[in-house]
Protein backbone atom coordinates (compact mmCIF):
# COMPACT_ATOMS: atom_id res chain seq x y z
CA UNK A 1 0.00 0.00 0.00
CA UNK A 2 1.31 3.29 -0.87
CA UNK A 3 0.11 6.96 -1.11
CA UNK A 4 1.19 9.86 -2.66
CA UNK A 5 0.43 13.54 -2.12
CA UNK A 6 1.92 16.45 -4.72
CA UNK A 7 2.41 19.78 -4.03
CA UNK A 8 3.84 23.07 -5.33
CA UNK A 9 1.85 24.15 -7.97
CA UNK A 10 1.08 27.63 -9.06
CA UNK A 11 0.73 30.12 -11.17
CA UNK A 12 4.44 31.34 -12.86
CA UNK A 13 5.05 33.46 -16.24
CA UNK A 14 6.61 32.31 -19.08
CA UNK A 15 10.15 31.23 -18.62
CA UNK A 16 10.24 31.00 -14.65
CA UNK A 17 10.74 27.83 -12.66
CA UNK A 18 8.71 26.09 -10.74
CA UNK A 19 9.48 22.63 -8.36
CA UNK A 20 7.11 19.90 -7.63
CA UNK A 21 7.15 17.68 -4.54
CA UNK A 22 5.07 14.29 -3.75
CA UNK A 23 5.45 12.49 -0.42
CA UNK A 24 4.87 8.78 -0.39
CA UNK A 25 3.82 6.87 2.81
CA UNK A 26 3.56 3.36 2.86
CA UNK A 27 6.04 0.37 2.47
CA UNK A 28 8.63 -0.57 -0.13
CA UNK A 29 9.13 2.99 -1.41
CA UNK A 30 12.46 2.35 -2.74
CA UNK A 31 11.46 -0.59 -4.69
CA UNK A 32 8.72 1.06 -6.91
CA UNK A 33 9.42 3.28 -10.29
CA UNK A 34 7.66 6.60 -9.62
CA UNK A 35 6.98 9.33 -12.19
CA UNK A 36 4.99 12.22 -13.11
CA UNK A 37 2.03 12.42 -15.51
CA UNK A 38 0.16 15.31 -16.63
CA UNK A 39 -3.51 16.63 -18.08
CA UNK A 40 -4.96 19.45 -19.33
CA UNK A 41 -8.71 20.02 -20.23
CA UNK A 42 -10.05 18.14 -22.88
CA UNK A 43 -6.67 16.07 -23.51
CA UNK A 44 -5.46 12.38 -22.71
CA UNK A 45 -2.82 12.23 -19.44
CA UNK A 46 0.13 12.12 -20.93
CA UNK A 47 3.48 10.69 -19.79
CA UNK A 48 5.99 14.22 -18.05
CA UNK A 49 9.00 11.77 -16.79
CA UNK A 50 9.88 8.70 -14.32
CA UNK A 51 12.63 7.24 -11.93
CA UNK A 52 13.44 4.00 -11.97
CA UNK A 53 14.32 2.34 -7.68
CA UNK A 54 18.10 2.76 -8.38
CA UNK A 55 17.92 6.28 -9.78
CA UNK A 56 18.06 5.89 -13.33
CA UNK A 57 15.64 8.65 -14.95
CA UNK A 58 13.27 8.82 -18.16
CA UNK A 59 11.99 12.14 -19.92
CA UNK A 60 9.34 12.56 -22.58
CA UNK A 61 11.16 14.44 -25.15
CA UNK A 62 9.22 17.93 -24.87
CA UNK A 63 10.74 18.45 -21.25
CA UNK A 64 14.48 16.91 -21.84
CA UNK A 65 16.31 19.78 -21.17
CA UNK A 66 13.76 21.93 -19.24
CA UNK A 67 12.57 19.43 -16.49
CA UNK A 68 14.60 17.35 -13.70
CA UNK A 69 13.21 14.30 -11.91
CA UNK A 70 14.73 13.16 -8.31
CA UNK A 71 13.77 11.20 -5.79
CA UNK A 72 15.23 10.77 -1.96
CA UNK A 73 14.24 7.52 -0.35
CA UNK A 74 15.33 8.43 3.19
CA UNK A 75 12.82 11.02 3.08
CA UNK A 76 10.29 9.14 0.85
CA UNK A 77 9.90 12.39 -1.58
CA UNK A 78 9.73 12.75 -5.49
CA UNK A 79 10.86 15.69 -7.00
CA UNK A 80 10.05 17.94 -10.76
CA UNK A 81 12.06 21.20 -11.28
CA UNK A 82 10.83 22.56 -13.57
CA UNK A 83 12.69 24.89 -15.97
CA UNK A 84 11.97 27.74 -18.87
CA UNK A 85 8.28 26.76 -18.22
CA UNK A 86 6.18 27.47 -21.71
CA UNK A 87 2.17 27.90 -21.70
CA UNK A 88 1.46 24.78 -22.85
CA UNK A 89 2.98 22.98 -19.66
CA UNK A 90 -0.57 24.21 -17.97
CA UNK A 91 -1.92 21.36 -16.96
CA UNK A 92 -2.68 18.92 -13.44
CA UNK A 93 0.21 17.09 -12.85
CA UNK A 94 0.04 14.27 -11.35
CA UNK A 95 2.89 11.96 -9.28
CA UNK A 96 2.29 8.23 -9.68
CA UNK A 97 3.96 4.73 -8.09
CA UNK A 98 4.52 1.12 -9.54
CA UNK A 99 6.24 -1.39 -8.29
CA UNK A 100 10.01 -2.28 -10.18
CA UNK A 101 10.55 -1.67 -13.42
CA UNK A 102 9.96 2.14 -15.03
CA UNK A 103 7.21 1.93 -17.65
CA UNK A 104 5.57 5.31 -19.60
CA UNK A 105 2.05 4.71 -19.91
CA UNK A 106 0.03 5.19 -17.34
CA UNK A 107 -1.95 2.29 -17.14
CA UNK A 108 1.19 0.97 -15.62
CA UNK A 109 0.63 2.87 -12.61
CA UNK A 110 -0.64 1.47 -9.83
CA UNK A 111 -0.74 4.13 -7.38
CA UNK A 112 -1.59 7.70 -8.08
CA UNK A 113 -1.67 11.43 -6.50
CA UNK A 114 -5.18 13.86 -6.40
CA UNK A 115 -2.85 16.36 -8.58
CA UNK A 116 -1.47 19.58 -8.35
CA UNK A 117 -2.23 22.76 -10.60
CA UNK A 118 0.32 23.92 -12.99
CA UNK A 119 -0.44 27.41 -14.71
CA UNK A 120 2.10 29.02 -17.19
CA UNK A 121 1.36 32.91 -18.39
CA UNK A 122 2.60 34.48 -21.25
Known amino acids: QVQLVESGGGLVQAGGSLRLSCAASGRTFSTYALGWFRQAPGTEREFVAAISWGGTTTYADFVKGRFTISRDNAKNMIYLQMNSLKPEDTAVYYC????????????????WGQGTQVTVSS
Open 96 to 111: AGRKWEVLTTSKAYDY
